[in-house]
């Protein structure tokens, strides 16, 4: 690492023109490119993805996203029913108008023969389909805000007008980039206090907007490629922004170390990235590993996420180890602060980095009372982690969102006019290539369904001119929305006991689908292969470590230890969206169930981010036991050494993390809170209270490994000590000043 170091700080222009020309470069070809992002759920083996494909097969698909104009009269003051002259004369005007707008390709009124069931049985509510030339994420957003304010201009009086669908709900959506923008904000507030210095606070940062800027520019390209759905550039953000920032601050605080210390800039730099380098590259490797781990799921969806969130983890890997060291060589001492500047003239150099008094007294605090710190911090963490064993994965819709919103209210009035279960119907797709003994069979399903408890009604939905014969769908509308358990459980009736009473004894086949299926079934799916997965991304994990510190009890602590803070994490999670404690507080709308993707997301960059800390507060713990073989002092220098830099690289976290609630998307608003709350549990209660509390009751067996085990491994360097600062005794160790005046204390 120090030979590539050198090459970055010799060759610092060139490294920074490919680095401008990469962020460039990209952001040009993607404008000009556009995007192609798609949502596929490919989950092969379930019923629903049958149904998918048969449909796909049968039915030739509508060009673009189709959305609801929902409206409703109040009797008492404006009209008796939707079909009331006046109501239908200034609604017709309204839809054919936005039959007009760009980009709308049909509008289905119901007051035209095709949409004569879009009027509910009291006549008080009723609704419009608009179908666009183009799939939701494809669509100006201008031109979507056109329909939205036409339909709106019809409100009136005592006649409501409200907006659903995905096309829809994009107007609704902060402005691009607001949720990255306030994150690099809080993230530049945290780095001065921390540095006091404007050129070292801009180095981080730098460092995630290049990484971030270029994955996303280079997402929109690979779209067009690969299978990327249209939430991949939120997460691949959310990563990017968090891990960018910190690895650059790990290796900017070492730096800064150096300097302070007396090295040249170039020798400072070299040295950082021969030590909290390595540590970077590690710890980035790690994120990587677990990210990928995603594709043993199997599932295309998650394997788009997957592949932009290792993306932009690489970029910012790539960028900390060879833009910061560019950037080393261009500002030269100016990274300190005025201050320090100042001192180092006047004082001359220290021999390492002192740790702040607090620091070494709550390491000598932890070491004095271990016991007590240990079963603090384990009942903490239980009691969060108890709401998890409610965990329910599901999928959120419209009606999960604030109540001010208009897809919000549309879903309401849908579901008050038309029963819960409209939302989210479910359709039976049968092959019916027999003839007619298929089509009576199926005939007798449709009464059998229509006769089935949490049935609204089943009916056979006619087959548009020149589709195929061979198929027919039936939409079956449950008395409760899509979210429901009951849903889940009529699902399961239909599929284990009333569908295959009807296919018995004849040739008809009949699966059930739809979006309310498709999403149990997705969740389903996961919630089967969940267990594996966790314990692949565990066990790589541990084996990384089990080569890194040559120990087998450490690599065992922190396999436990992300565990734990998966469970207290995920326990906040279903406290919050699931069971509804402080939504309206946070304006998050309505509880529902977690998003089934969710917990594959967040668990490999919990485990990486947690690896993340624990490499870099082990590996000076490690460090300070090969010089002394002492496990008290190893454990309290390294907590006292790492605790503040590990404590700053959190609160950064947490607040690029928590500022994704602004996103708009409900996936990244859970993932952002999610990832928020689990890096202040881990850094703050186990990285701080736990893991050193335990190491220090464990005592040396922290270090043993087997001599068989031990002459099989190969030989990894996560970080290696320092080399001694100017001024220190030949073979002296590193030791912070902060750490002998404890034990001269003592």
């Not at 990209?26 to 629903?48: C, I, R």
């Amino acid at each position: 690492m120090a030979a590539w170091a050198r090459w970055c700080l010799r060759h610092r222009l060139v490294v920074l023109l490919l680095w401008v020309g990469a962020l460039f470069g990209t952001a040009v070809a993607s404008g000009v490119a556009g995007s192609a992002y798609a949502n596929v759920f490919g989950f092969p083996g379930t019923e629903s993805s049958r149904a998918m494909e048969r449909m796909e097969k049968a039915f030739p698909q509508r060009a673009g996203d189709t959305d609801s104009v929902v409206w409703e009269v109040d009797a008492d003051k404006y009209a008796k029913s939707v079909k009331d002259p006046a109501v239908r004369e200034r609604m017709s005007a309204a839809l054919a108008d936005i039959g007009k707008l760009p980009e709308v390709g049909t509008v289905v009124s119901p007051y035209e023969p095709e949409g004569a069931r879009q009027i509910s049985e009291n006549g008080r509510i009723a609704y419009a389909e608009v179908t666009f030339t183009k799939q939701a994420f494809e669509l100006r957003k201008e031109n979507i805000q056109k329909v939205v304010d036409r339909a709106e201009e019809a409100r009136t009086g005592g006649l409501r007008v409200e907006l659903g669908g995905q096309a829809i709900e994009q107007t609704q959506e902060p402005p691009a980039g607001l949720s990255e923008a306030v994150g690099i904000v809080a993230a530049a507030v945290v780095l001065f206090l921390a540095f006091g210095s404007l050129f070292a606070m801009l180095l981080p940062l730098l460092n995630a907007i290049f990484a971030v800027g270029t994955g996303l520019s280079a997402l929109i390209l690979l779209s067009h490629v690969v299978d990327l759905p249209d939430v991949a550039p939120l997460m691949g953000s959310l990563i990017g922004l968090g891990v960018g920032i910190d690895y650059a601050l790990f290796i900017v605080t070492r730096h800064r170390k150096g300097l302070r210390a007396g090295l040249d800039p170039a020798e400072s730099a070299m040295r950082a990235l021969d030590t909290s380098g390595r540590a970077v590259l590690f710890a980035g490797g790690t994120v990587c590993i677990a990210l990928l781990a995603m594709f043993s799921l199997d599932l295309s969806f998650l394997n788009g996420i997957a592949i932009a969130a290792t993306l932009t983890t690489l970029l910012s890997v790539a960028a900390a180890v060879t833009l910061l060291p560019a950037m080393f060589g261009f500002l030269g001492h100016r990274v300190l602060s005025r201050k320090e500047r100042r001192a180092l003239a006047e004082e001359g150099p220290r021999e390492g980095e002192k740790p702040g008094g607090r620091a070494v007294r709550w390491a000598s605090f932890v070491e004095r009372r271990p016991k007590v710190l240990a079963a603090v911090a384990l009942v903490v963490m239980a009691v969060l982690a108890i709401p998890t064993l409610s965990l329910r994965l599901g999928t959120n819709d419209q009606g999960n969102q604030p109540e001010s919103q208009t897809t919000r209210k549309a879903y309401d009035l849908l579901a008050e006019g038309f029963g819960p279960g409209f939302n989210g119907p479910l359709l039976m797709v049968a092959d019916v290539s027999g003839g007619a003994a298929e089509q009576r069979a199926l005939d007798g399903l449709v009464r059998r369904v229509n006769g089935t408890e949490g049935v609204v009604r089943a009916v056979q939905l006619p087959a548009a001119p020149g589709t195929a014969k061979d198929t027919a769908v039936v939409q079956v509308v449950p008395t409760t929305s899509p979210q429901s358990e009951k849903t889940d459980r009529l699902i399961d009736t239909l599929r284990d006991d009333i569908v295959p009473a009807a296919e018995r004894g004849t040739a008809l086949e009949v699966d059930i689908g739809g979006a309310t299926a498709i999403q149990k079934d997705f969740a389903s799916v996961i919630g089967e292969r969940l267990p594996p997965f966790i314990a692949l991304i565990v066990g790589l994990g541990a084996l990384l470590l089990l080569v890194a510190f040559r120990s087998v009890v450490v690599p065992l602590t922190a396999a436990v230890m992300n565990l734990i803070a998966a469970a207290a994490s995920f326990g906040v999670l279903v406290a919050i969206f699931q069971w509804g404690w402080g939504m309206d507080l946070l304006g998050l709308g309505k509880e529902g169930p977690i998003i089934s993707f969710l917990p594959v997301i967040m668990l490999p960059l919990l485990f990486g981010l947690s690896m993340d800390y624990q490499v870099f507060l082990v590996s000076r713990m490690h460090e300070e036991w090969v010089h002394t073989k002492d496990n008290a002092r190893a454990v309290r220098a390294g907590l006292a050494d790492t605790s503040r830099v590990i404590n700053c690289a959190a609160l950064i976290m947490i607040c690029v993390f928590s500022s994704f609630i602004l996103s708009g998307d409900r996936g990244g608003v859970m993932a952002g809170l999610g990832l928020a709350g689990s890096v202040a549990l881990d850094a703050f209660i186990l990285r701080m209270v736990l893991v050193p509390a335990l190491m220090q009751l464990i005592g040396r067996a922290n270090w043993w490994l087997p001599r068989a085990i031990d002459k099989r491994l190969p030989h990894l360097a996560v970080d290696p000590p320092d080399r001694p600062y100017p001024g220190a005794a030949p073979g002296a160790s590193p030791e912070p000043e902060g750490e002998r005046e404890l034990v001269a204390e003592r």
